[in-house]
């Protein structure tokens, strides 16, 4: 295993920018997942570390060496596609053992390798199955077998379970984090899900717009946003959003003119526009008066706990988690609370005060 | 309702049938002719062989003619030829259009569209000239050569269409397995092509099998006639021997009949399902 370092990696096509200015470090061993939305640059770029897509300009360096010029194969990488691109025409078996036939490695060698693979995703029964005899879920695991038995340095998976049913979803995301553990592997992983990338992730990396928003830990991405994009990414439902206007020390105005009181840092100053954030665990409904004044519109069961979708007075929608029943009805003025300690504020720009 | 549709469903049968009859009915004629005596051919050209009329000597003539088999290896040789070298070449073709973007590769494309449309025989005292140049008159050589060229344009653009239907996934994968182009070709793309092979095998190797045309400007002596040459030694400027004739021709089905049988047994489809999803 490996570790990987990208520096200064820029990639265009024509005149549109995918990746701009790129850095990152994926330490040996650990679990990189890069998120983001749909066109943010995160499949090109796991492309450009398989070496399947050309980049511009920048270094990409696996181990010790650096790939930018290299083939594919010889990056010693091994990549799981979202759709699996198993060959439709040979057997599991071969599927698997396919790679290395053409890198000359001896039969017992492949025979042995396979095996052992076969025996850690349970796939010994299916191994004389052609792909179109298997289910979702085993294909899944055929393909990652196939990435197993190269041995590569780097594994990188481009959204590998996004066609997969959500039961399975779950069970296969285990399996995964598991086989981690199991083979100390680097890993690469690419999705737009953020709970998969809060549950499997060493380390994560929201991308936007081709650029990195920021790198860090999943809880540390969770409660220290870096800027508002990485607020509103990271968290189901996403973070609420109250644009503010500062209008005194440690007091500030929403747009419909109520004031509030908050524990403003010293570099803000009268006038200035700020966002507030505040997530929906910590923001609590009530009967009375509230920090924030909102109306009720939907309230969501989901069991132990439901979600109630509000409308503010100067016009946000606002998420604010119910344990229990909600204190009103449709229609109905509630008011909102929230502690000091749960709060993010960030400035004009988006970045975190 | 259900009684519209079966009359819907019958007629359009009918229709089928009868056009069915239509066409299989002068090859009717041929088979049953060549069973017959030449009276009787003469006589009655409609009745099927009988037993008073059945005779065998029309094929007996063309089996004990040496030269007849040498045309049906000749006319087989040609076409499996051909229908190599059309797959091979216009499966390399048709992948290098359909999956490499450089320069020219519309362009190309176009001029082998050109090719579909103008016919080869336009061309033939220039392929003449060319073929006696190379010194390949009475060659199959220069048989499969001319075939090849009038048969590719066809074979690139329908295997290039079929090839821009593989996966993206599965050749990106085949490349980080460590496979050469080459062998990405050989080993991925050209078994998950077959059904488009063999529709191609069988387009080209019909209006080859029943050429006249090129082997009788080409290669029309020297032992190097093909089948549908060969018939011709029976017809004679006053007298032809239709019972070889018609047996000649009757045997000649046989060939290509097999050649069809072997190649539709490939046109299977839904060969790529379980590749990817």
């Excluded at chain 1, 897509?53 to 930018?68: C, F, H, L, Q, R």
């Excluded at chain 1, 039969?107 to 792909?131: F, S």
């Amino acid at each position: 295993m490996a570790q990987v370092s990208i520096s200064a990696l820029k990639k265009s096509y024509g005149p549109v920018d995918v990746l701009k200015d790129i850095n990152l470090d994926v330490d040996n061993g650990s679990f990189v997942v890069l998120v983001g939305p749909s066109g943010c640059g995160k499949s090109t770029l796991l492309r450009s570390i398989a070496g399947l897509e050309p980049v511009n300009s920048g270094a990409i360096k696996i181990g010790d060496k650096v790939v930018n010029d290299l083939a594919p194969a010889q990056r010693e990488i091994a990549m799981v596609f979202q759709s699996y691109a198993l060959y439709p025409h040979m057997n599991v078996e071969k599927n698997m053992g396919f790679g290395l036939r053409f890198a000359k490695t001896p039969k017992e060698e492949i025979k042995a390798r396979v095996t052992e693979a076969a025996r850690i995703l349970q796939l010994e029964p299916l191994l004389k199955r052609r792909p179109r005899e298997l289910s979702g879920g085993q294909r899944q695991r055929v393909a990652i077998g196939r990435a197993i038995v190269r041995k590569p340095q780097v594994f990188l998976f481009d959204e590998p379970l996004s066609n997969l049913d959500a039961a399975l979803r779950v069970n296969t995301r285990v399996e995964i984090a598991k086989l981690h553990k199991l083979l100390k592997a680097t890993i690469v992983y690419v999705t737009h899900d953020q709970v998969e990338a809060m549950t499997l992730a060493d380390k994560i990396v929201v991308m936007n717009q081709g650029r990195i928003e920021q790198v860090g830990k999943p809880l540390d991405l969770y409660y220290k946003p870096a800027n508002l994009f990485v607020a509103r990414f990271i968290g189901s439902p996403a973070m609420n959003i109250v644009p503010l206007t500062v209008s005194g020390k440690d007091t500030a105005k929403t747009k419909s003119g109520a004031e509030i009181e908050l524990s403003l840092p010293a570099s803000v100053s009268k006038g200035d526009q700020i966002t507030l954030g505040v997530r929906p665990e910590h923001m609590t409904v009530t009967k009375g008066k509230g920090i924030l004044t909102a109306k009720l519109d939907v309230v969501e069961r989901l069991g132990e706990l439901g979600y109630a979708h509000l409308e503010s007075e100067s016009g946000e929608r606002l998420i604010a988690e119910l344990r229990g029943e909600a204190p009103g009805q449709t229609g109905d003025t509630l008011g909102l609370n929230f502690a000091a300690k749960d709060i993010h504020l960030f400035a004009a720009d988006g970045t975190r005060l | 309702m259900n009684v519209k549709r079966a009359i819907s469903k019958t007629s359009v049968h009918v229709v089928l049938v009868a056009y069915t009859c239509l066409a299989l009915f002068p090859i009717l004629l041929v088979i049953f002719n060549s069973f017959k005596a030449k009276r009787a051919i003469f006589l009655s050209p409609l009745t099927p062989p009988l037993p008073t009329t059945f005779d065998l000597i029309g094929y007996n003539r063309v089996f004990s003619d040496g030269a007849i088999g040498t045309y049906y290896m000749n006319s087989i040789i040609v076409t499996l030829g051909t229908i190599f070298f059309t797959l091979l070449f216009g499966g390399m073709a048709g992948w290098a259009l359909s999956e490499y973007k450089f320069r020219f590769n519309k362009v190309l494309g176009l001029y082998l569209a050109i090719g579909i449309m103008v016919p080869i025989r336009l061309g033939s005292v220039a392929i003449i000239s060319m073929i006696a140049g190379l010194n390949l008159i009475n060659t199959l050589t220069a048989l499969i050569c001319v075939y090849v060229a009038q048969n590719l344009p066809l074979a690139v653009f329908i295997l290039s269409e079929f090839m821009t239907q593989i996966p993206k996934d599965l050749r990106e994968a085949a490349r980080c397995d460590g496979l050469s182009e080459y062998n990405i070709f050989f080993y991925i793309v050209l078994p998950l092509l077959r059904p488009a092979m063999a529709t191609v095998a069988v387009f080209t190797m019909i209006p080859v099998w029943n050429d006249l045309w090129f082997p009788l400007i080409l290669a029309p002596s020297g032992g190097k006639q093909t089948i549908t040459l060969g018939v011709q030694q029976f017809l004679g400027q006053y007298v032809t021997d239709w019972n070889a004739v018609l047996a000649a021709l009757s045997t000649a089905i046989v060939p290509v009949l097999i050649f069809y049988i072997l190649f539709s047994r490939q046109l299977i489809r839904g060969l790529t399902s379980g590749a990817v999803k």
